[in-house]
């Protein structure tokens, strides 16, 4: 079997990780109180503080009806190369949304601050988040690796390869595809069940595993309160 290929975390400083989680709840908190302005912010120094943990205080802020420029790329620094995301918000223990992208072709803090605005709205799965909520909302940010294919023979291989609590896991065959992000593991810490709970969720089975399926792991860094 080929050598296995681990990738590694996106560097990120102290700064990026505030940087990314402050854009992120500015776009949640300005999304769910109808600011068309929002989900353009990248990076800015959240206003007001009503979401959990997220504002700062002081610091420069911009009225709600004041047009902001966007950064330039240049600005931006390292959170200005491409990068994908996913946004989980929660209410106490239980999931309020969850969106994300797998493939980079966003600079990373315009991935967040999209992915975020999307969480609160537009995941089917809930209804949209209330302005209510945001004092409530818990907000955290995966940033992924590279992806990396599995080599393997036998979804029993697969199982075998894996490693509990440090991959996301990518499944594909034809259209079909779904991911855990690593965070996962903690619910799910069985590799069998956690392939077998992603096997469902990609809309695959167990007869399909002789007809392409492909597999690719990942790594995240994890952004939250007090990032």
Not at 1 to 19: H, N
Request: proline share 7%; glycine share 12%; net charge neutral.
């Amino acid at each position: 079997m080929a050598r296995s290929v681990f990738p590694q975390p996106r560097e990120l400083t102290g700064d990026d990780r505030r940087r990314l989680y402050s854009a992120a709840v500015d776009s949640i908190e300005r999304t769910v109180r109808g600011d068309p302005v929002g989900g353009r912010l990248q990076g800015r120094q959240p206003e007001g503080g009503r979401l959990q943990g997220g504002r700062p205080q002081g610091g420069r802020s911009e009225g709600p009806d004041r047009p902001v420029a966007e950064p330039s790329v240049a600005a931006l620094g390292s959170l200005g190369s491409l990068g994908s995301s996913f946004v989980t918000v929660e209410h106490g223990s239980a999931l309020r949304g969850c969106i994300g992208t797998l493939e980079p072709v966003r600079p990373l803090v315009e991935d967040v601050t999209v992915n975020a605005a999307k969480a609160v709205e537009t995941d089917t799965r809930f209804a949209p988040v209330r302005s209510d909520e945001l004092s409530k909302l818990a907000v955290k940010i995966s940033v992924l690796s590279e992806f990396a294919p599995i080599a393997f023979e036998s979804r029993a291989d697969l199982v075998e390869s894996l490693r509990p609590g440090l991959d996301g896991l990518l499944l594909a065959a034809g259209a079909n595809r779904g991911t855990f992000l690593p965070s996962v593991w903690s619910k799910i810490p069985d590799a069998a069940e956690f392939v077998a709970q992603l096997e469902r969720k990609a809309g695959l089975s167990h007869n399909d595993w002789g007809a392409g399926v492909s597999a690719f792991r990942y790594a995240t860094v994890e952004i939250g309160r007090g990032a």
